[in-house]
C-alpha cells in the first residue's frame, strides 16, 4: 500500500507559477510512475503530466506542455507539478496517483486531491 499526500496553493492569482507536491508513504516509491490529474467543477478527471519511476521520461496533455513540469525527486519520496502562468480555467482539484507501468500507467493509488484556485 502506498499512501498519497499532495500539498498544494489554496488561492492564487492569475499569473501565479506555484508547484505542487505529493510526498509518499514508502521507499518502492522509486518503482512507481507518477501522474498528476485535475478535475475542474462539473467535469471528467483530466490528466495533465505522467513521469516514469526512473525520472527520465515524462509525458504531458497538450493542454498543459510547456506550461506545467513534472519531476521527482526519489530520494525524498516526492514527485512535483511546477505549475507556470496560471489561469482561472486551471482551478481544479488537482491529484497525484501512482503506478506499476510504462507507457501506459494503471494507477493504484491516489492522493486526497489538492484544490487550486485561481483568482483573475
Known amino acids: 500500500q502506498v499512501q498519497l499526500v499532495e500539498s498544494g496553493v489554496g488561492l492564487v492569482q492569475s499569473g501565479a507559477s506555484p508547484r505542487l507536491s505529493c510526498s509518499a508513504s514508502?521507499?518502492?516509491?522509486?518503482?512507481?510512475?507518477m501522474g498528476w490529474f485535475c478535475q475542474a467543477p462539473g467535469k471528467e478527471l483530466e490528466l495533465l503530466a505522467v513521469?516514469?519511476?526512473?525520472?527520465?521520461?515524462?509525458h504531458y496533455e497538450d493542454s498543459v506542455k510547456g506550461r506545467f513540469t513534472i519531476s521527482r525527486d526519489n530520494d525524498k519520496n516526492t514527485v512535483y507539478l511546477q505549475m507556470n502562468s496560471l489561469k482561472p480555467g486551471d482551478t481544479a482539484v488537482y491529484y497525484c496517483?501512482?503506478?506499476?507501468?510504462?507507457?501506459?500507467?494503471?494507477?493504484?493509488?491516489w492522493g486526497q486531491g489538492t484544490q487550486v484556485t485561481v483568482s483573475s
Open positions: 514508502r521507499r518502492t516509491f522509486s518503482m512507481y510512475s
Open positions: 513521469i516514469k519511476w526512473t525520472g527520465d521520461s515524462t
Open positions: 496517483a501512482a503506478g506499476r507501468t510504462w507507457p501506459t500507467v494503471t494507477y493504484q493509488y
